[in-house]
Antibody, heavy 120, light 107 residues
Framework: EVLLEESGGGLVQPGGSLRLSCADS????????LTWVRQAPGRGLEWVST????????YYADSVKGQFTISRDNSKNTLYLQMNNLRADDTGLYYC?????????????WGQGTSVTVSS | EIVMTQSPATLSVSPGERATLSCRAS??????LAWYQQKPGQAPRLLIY???TRATGVPARFSGSGSGTDFTLTISSLQSEDFAVYYC?????????FGQGTKVEIK
């Protein structure tokens, strides 16, 4: 069973950087494709980025391309999101989510989210 | 990018009544469509995938239908725990996109 827990959120000034982590306390991390989905306060869900189970393939929303980098360390059962040059509209709750590798990309496991606030 | 449009934005329903939520894609996504439920302060939960297949543990009162561009989530008899926001998401191609959500509230 995959159990995801995000960390690394916080308050950062515009233009700053933050690295989010998502750790899996289960035993099947390396067999899951993983994704980041964010939710601005009071708003809907926005897909941000996805990485394949082996880490070779990555995908980004146009809104974060060149600004965010997704990566994973399967030896540490951890997913990362490096966020640079942060803007106010990057504020929100960031969820990691995933699906079993080889399955279509609908998200059947979710973490509880970590909050990012970009403000001076 | 495929734009997903949900309607209505808010649906007021009495407990025990039927709720019908709509999701429309800007181009055909075949049946690569999922529905999620999100309650306040909680992460989303997968309800339906492949447009009509219930995820593990999802009650039978939830059903999905549709293909191509038009999809429906039906809750046959609303229970108190079903009042939440519902999102559709296509996974036909990158980028993945979600609808803006439908809030199901108590009438």
């Amino acid at each position: 069973e995959v159990l995801l827990e995000e960390s690394g959120g916080g308050l950062v000034q515009p233009g700053g950087s933050l690295r989010l982590s998502c750790a899996d306390s289960g035993f099947t991390f390396s067999s899951y494709a993983l994704t980041w989905v964010r939710q601005a306060p009071g708003r809907g869900l926005e897909w941000v980025s996805t990485i394949s189970a082996n880490g070779r393939d990555t995908y980004y929303a146009d809104s974060v391309k060149g600004q965010f980098t997704i990566s994973r360390d399967n030896s540490k059962n951890t997913l990362y999101l490096q966020m640079n040059n942060l803007r106010a509209d990057d504020t929100g709750l960031y969820y990691c989510a995933g699906w079993r590798s080889g399955s279509p990309p609908y998200m059947d496991v979710w973490g509880q989210g970590t909050s990012v606030t970009v403000s001076s | 990018e495929i734009v997903m449009t949900q309607s209505p934005a808010t649906l007021s329903v009495s407990p025990g009544e039927r709720a019908t939520l709509s999701c429309r894609a800007s181009q055909s996504v075949s049946t690569t469509l999922a529905w999620y439920q999100q309650k306040p302060g909680q992460a989303p939960r997968l309800l339906i995938y492949s447009a009509s297949t219930r995820a593990t543990g999802v009650p039978a009162r939830f059903s999905g239908s549709g293909s191509g561009t038009d999809f429906t989530l039906t809750i046959s008899s609303l229970q108190s725990e079903d009042f939440a926001v519902y999102y559709c998401q296509h996974y036909n191609k990158w980028p993945l996109t979600f609808g803006q959500g439908t809030k199901v509230e108590i009438k």
